[in-house]
């Protein structure tokens, strides 16, 4: 089948390879001169199970009155006039319900550690390099209260099947020595020795290579800008170019554009509740020597994530509702820094960090949309939001399964599936 992929973000290149090795013949567009250059360029660089509970869970409302007001809250919402930001956050206050929650949980677990198999698999088959580290993900906690929380949460995640395990201070410290500084902070933390780290934006691109060596068409520079329908089919993607507009054509087409999903699909009539939620990453250019953390940590009050790439640490995070906006806000990028040196006093860094934000792709669940979307030649796969990277192999390959009439593997809610092909 030939098969036009809208998007090489880590979602829409993942989906090229696992679809070129089912031996479709795929072309990839997008905006960009190279893949993984918008939300996948400088996120936290996590592959993390561990990272399963959504945003929208029973507790999150206690947090959004105590962060109010502040500039550098780390979910911030800002209203605007826009009808879609309404309609997201009215489902977003349905998934908190405990249900909707524990639900959300297991969805992402089954899908997460099904796709980081497939992570794994691809780095011994492609022997890619992207500065990896597999040395666990710990989650740390400066308060009590959310630590019990925190605690709840890990619990569901081991009864679906990860190992994710409660540990107290002075175990914190051992995982992680670069914390020593900030012992007087912690009061717990949990830790998942099966998680990993690494810089997505290499691995996209490390991947695309392999990808276009075994065949894909990269097709870059080219601006989506209207996909055309005829009789309850998808007849073209119309692309605007330097070259000008031209339609492009295939049998079957991918939607992986990131948060602009919902522009292209709602002339079709599909309105996908995928919102922008703006986060930002500094990275730190490590002085020789200097104590910095090696194991990926997350600090889960302030939503930030830490990661060493090499001589690197990317510090990001953190979640503002404000549309399209692509301005770096000077308080924010300052909340990472001045978190890093709080957790890490005697961490050193050379020049300026380089600052840097990105729109996740967000759902009111946090589950990504996969599958087949109303006309039969149309596929999704898109709204990643927090976990784009950790969920992109596992979603790519149960895509190239499902549009070759195979079952996907994880027990995860696809999108249109026919129930021929649902798990029993
Ligand atoms: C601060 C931050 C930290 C994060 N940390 C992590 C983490 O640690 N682990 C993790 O798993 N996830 C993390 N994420 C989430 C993850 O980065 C995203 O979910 C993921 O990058 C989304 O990938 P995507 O391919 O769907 O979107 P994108 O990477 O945005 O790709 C979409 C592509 O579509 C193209 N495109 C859009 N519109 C058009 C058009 N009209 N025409 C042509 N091309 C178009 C864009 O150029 C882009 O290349 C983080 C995100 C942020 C912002």
Redesign the pocket.
Known sequence: MRILI????????TSAWYLAQAEHEVTV????PV??????????????VS?AEPWANPHVFRHLLRWLGREDAPLLWRWRADPAQLEWGLRFLRECLPGRTRHNIAAIVALALYSRRCLQALRHELALEYDHLERGILHIYTEAEEFSLATQAARVMREFGLDRDTVDVERCLAIEPALSGARHLLVGGDYTPSDE?GD?HKF?RALAEKAAAAGVDFRFN????RIASEHGRISGVQ?QGEGGTQLLQADAYVV?????SP??LRPLGIRLPVYP?????ATLNLAEGTMAPSVSLTDDERKI?F?RFGNRLRV???AEFNGYNLDLNPVRCQALVERTRQLFPQLEFVGEPDY??????ATPSNLPYVGRAGPDNLWL????????????CGSAAALADMMSSRRPAPDFPFVGLPDRLRSR
């Open positions: 809208l998007g090489a973000g880590v979602v829409g290149t567009v997008d905006r960009q893949a993984g250059n918008e939300t996948s360029f400088a996120n936290g660089g996590q592959i993390s990272h780290s997505a996209t080219l601006t989506v800008e692309v992986a554009l990131g948060s602009y522009h292209l939620a703006k986060g930002y990453s994530v990661s990001a995070g953190t840097w934000c990105g729109l996740r792709p796969n898109t709204g990643h939001g927090t976990l784009g990277w950790t969920l992109s």
